[in-house]
């Protein structure tokens, strides 16, 4: 217990070993945390919006608000005052209970993904040894809630967009765990801040993890897309094949719940993936919190990029591609790295 | 602090357990055995075995029990019909029972708890410290149980690929 919470940062007036003053910082960097996530999360609903209406070359939303930046507020609203409707037949608790697993895994991911706010300042709840591995049992637990989402809803597109996705998801969890274990080789550490901090001399200049780590960025990049079952691994939620997948069957306030857990998880994805191949928060003239921002969105941008440009894969393909093409490429890359990494001490 | 989390956890374990049995619905079951995972985890988390937390949820609540779930999710939502019951089932299940007590008291009965002798909370179920042993002290077993598991995994493919006549 009290290795987890273990804190070995700065330690401003011993306010950190203060048992009060301990409880006080955790509780204070939840609720910043929730809100600035939150605000976030909406805004990128709003950023992929207005961005897929550019690449359509349509004006996206513009009305609500100046620029139409009221615009996820005003959703919520909707969504929150429509009438919750349940269809007949659900499995009542599993249906209720999916999109709270949802909601509680997305924001449970943040608990060890920390964020430089300013010079030698971070933000963050724990900082545990086995670091990363939380950020993996969480989204582990996401799997629950699709899969119960589409089991319990009693329709048959449902089930079978559940099924997809627990099919894929635990297939792509392989490529995603193995494409990290290079970056844990050459830093020696769990820790995302000590990940972040861990720059690459080359000559004067300070490189980014991502110099000595391609391949796992390459992969990870992939099977994140997998993990969030976003366009084009969106299988899951195919809407010409399946209506809406594990998610037909909600509505109102249910359905956001998803919605929002889904674009929280692509948050986390691209902030985890800052941090680890990007070097996070680090940066020139810039203070870190504007680095870090910079960073997020860059991959933000890519996953949104990506969902208007490529066609969805056909499901075989998807297996093909997570099981013969990016778990032996992972594998492979971990074998290279360990050997180059003993080799050169 | 330390035993009301054990308390708790330990009470959501075994009503996760008995739940595994009671349930006519498959997938109840399931959620029962996920939630004595979890509890397990804490368990783990309680004793500083940190890696073995984190390895607990990914492999078993994550991996396992999804295929459980994918598995009974694909043969539809039949419920457990109720089966005839055995003759004396009652008295034998009385007697198995008791027997089962009277081997956990004998063999557990006399341990007595220690904390261990001078090691450092902060560093004992670490991935490294984890890591260490694996790789030297049980490097032999560990090395034998990965090729155990691609025995058994050879073998599933083998028994479960198309058989041409």
Redesign the interface.
């Known amino acids: 217990m009290s290795a987890l919470l273990a804190y070995n940062g700065p330690n401003p007036g011993g306010l950190y070993t203060d048992p009060v003053g301990h409880w006080v910082i955790v509780v204070v960097a939840m609720l910043v945390l929730l809100l600035v996530l939150v605000t976030v999360t909406a805004y990128v609903v709003f950023l992929e919006r207005v961005l897929i209406g550019r690449f359509q070359r349509r004006p996206g939303p513009n009305r609500v608000g100046p620029y139409g930046l009221l615009q996820s507020a005003v959703d919520g609203v909707k969504l929150l005052t429509k009438e919750s409707f349940m269809p007949s037949g659900v499995d009542r608790f599993t249906y209720l209970l999916a999109p709270a697993i949802a909601v509680l895994a997305a924001l449970l991911t943040w608990s060890v993904v920390p964020f430089g706010i300013w010079y030698g300042f971070y933000n963050w709840i724990a900082n545990v040894n086995i670091g990363i591995l939380v950020i993996f049992a969480i989204s582990a637990m996401n799997v629950y809630a699709i899969m119960l989402g589409g089991y319990s809803s009693n329709s048959k597109y449902s089930l079978l967009g559940g099924l997809r996705s627990a099919a894929q998801l635990i297939s792509y969890e392989m490529a995603l765990g193995l494409s990290l274990v290079p970056t844990f080789i050459i830093v020696g550490s769990l820790r995302l801040v000590d990940i972040a901090n861990y720059a690459v001399h080359v000559g004067p200049l300070q490189l980014p993890l991502l110099v000595l780590t391609p391949i796992g960025f390459v992969i990870y990049l992939l099977a994140a897309v997998a993990e969030t079952n976003r366009a084009p691994f969106d299988l899951p939620e195919a809407e010409q094949e399946l209506v809406g997948g594990f998610h037909t069957e909600y509505s109102g306030f249910k359905f956001a719940m998803f919605y929002l857990a889904e674009y929280m998880n692509i948050v986390s994805v691209s902030a985890v993936a800052s941090i680890l191949f990007l070097g996070g928060w680090q940066g020139p003239l810039l203070p870190p919190v504007f680095w870090f921002l910079l960073k997020v969105l860059l991959f933000l941008f890519f996953y949104i990029w990506i969902r208007s440009t490529l066609p969805r894969l056909r499901y075989d393909s998807l297996m093909k591609l997570g099981w013969k093409l990016l778990l032996p490429l992972a594998i492979a890359n971990v074998i290279v790295t360990a050997l180059v990494v003993v080799w050169t001490g | 602090?330390?035993s009301a989390?054990f308390l708790a956890a330990a009470l959501i374990a075994l009503g996760g357990a008995v739940g595994i049995v009671l349930f006519r619905?498959p997938?109840a079951s399931v959620?029962s055995l996920?939630m004595v995972m979890l509890a397990l985890s804490v368990l783990f988390?309680?004793l500083?075995a940190?890696?073995i937390?984190?390895?607990q949820?990914?492999v078993y609540?994550?991996?396992v029990m999804?295929?459980f779930?994918?598995v009974i999710?694909?043969l539809g939502p039949i419920r457990e019909l109720p089966t005839r019951r055995l003759p004396r089932q009652g008295f034998l299940a009385v007697i198995v029972a008791g027997g089962f007590a009277v081997l956990l008291v004998s063999m557990l009965g006399n341990l007595r708890y220690h904390a261990p002798a001078n090691a450092d909370?902060?560093v004992?179920?670490?991935?490294?410290n984890i890591a260490f042993g694996l790789f030297t002290t049980y490097l032999y077993p560990f090395e034998l149980t990965s090729l155990l598991l691609l025995v058994a995994a050879v073998g599933a493919i083998y028994l479960s690929r198309e058989r041409r006549s």
Not at chain 2, 124 to 128: E, T, Y
């Open positions: 602090m330390i989390i619905n997938i959620l996920v988390l309680l500083s940190q890696f937390f984190a390895v949820v990914i609540a994550g991996a999804v295929l779930l994918f999710a694909l909370l902060s004992f179920g670490s991935v490294q």
